[in-house]
């Protein structure tokens, strides 16, 4: 499964510490991302966006589109839409929370935009995430999935939709059985692991699982 790795314009904490890149993963860096990827000593496979927050000079031997500074896209968005293009089986955006909420709120957005755009019959089982180094944020829509964490980690769910049907979980502190989440009311939050594993599935709306730490 070949996964796409979105390097952000905005990341806490140190980049390598993040997230492991493997091998065959395509790397995007979003307008600043690039400096965070080449102090970090990653190169990215493209560089996307239209620069304006970036303060070193952009490389010779990468790929570079480069878009005006005037646009109805974020970086990220175009990022996101460049890897839609491709249909990668995983995204992941490396920062992008906390700073500027307008920005963090933006990306989930644009997370939510890719989900319902992947391209096939399976494009729920596709999956989308966001991380930090305080947060795990996955995007889950009409579908399920298992986490593995320690006992007393935390995780929170939300819906994204106006409403989340047929929720169910297993292996938390306080589990759901076929609930209905509204996002005006914050009944999944703060809640954590019981066990070292979590199932968390949705049968119609959109959740964000997150996994914080103090």
Same mark, same amino acid.
């Given at each position: 499964m070949?996964?796409?790795v979105?390097i952000?314009g905005f ?8 997230i492991?890149?493997k091998?065959?993963d ?7 991302g690039?400096?965070?990827?080449k102090s &970090?000593k990653i190169?990215?496979?493209?560089l996307?966006? #239209?620069?304006d927050s970036?303060? /070193?000079?952009l490389?010779d +031997?990468? $790929?570079?589109?480069?878009y ?5 896209d ?8 460049y ?5 990668f089986?995983?995204?992941v955006?490396?920062?992008?929370i906390?700073?500027r ?10 997370? &939510? ?8 019959n #399976?494009?729920y089982?596709k999956r /989308?995430?966001?991380?930090? +180094?305080? $947060?795990w944020?996955?995007?889950l829509?009409?579908n399920a999935?298992?986490?593995t964490?320690?006992e007393?980690q ?17 292996g938390l ?8 989440l ?10 954590f692991?019981?066990?070292t594993k979590?199932? /968390?599935?949705v049968?119609?709306g ?7 730490q103090?």
């Open positions: 070949k996964r796409c979105i952000t990341i806490t904490g140190n980049l390598k510490k993040l492991r890149i091998k065959n395509f790397i995007i860096c979003a307008d600043k690039y400096a965070y990827a &970090a190169k990215p496979d493209i996307i966006g #239209d620069f970036l303060n /070193i000079d490389p +031997d990468i $790929n570079i589109v480069h005006p500074s005037e646009k109805d974020t970086d990220t968005m175009l990022c996101l839409k890897a839609l293009d491709r249909d089986e995983e995204i955006l490396i920062g992008g906390g700073g909420i307008d920005h963090t709120i933006a990306n989930i957005q644009a997370m &939510a935009y890719t989900l319902d755009n992947w391209q096939g #399976d494009r089982q /989308i995430s966001m991380i930090d +180094d305080k $947060n944020i996955i995007m829509k009409n999935i298992s986490l964490g320690h007393g935390l995780l929170s769910i939300a819906s994204f939709t106006n409403e989340s049907k047929k929720v169910s979980t297993t502190h306080w589990n759901l059985r076929e609930a209905t509204a996002n005006t009311f914050p009944l999944g939050v703060s809640n692991f019981e066990d979590v199932t /968390i599935s049968g119609d959109t959740l964000l699982v997150i996994l914080s103090d």
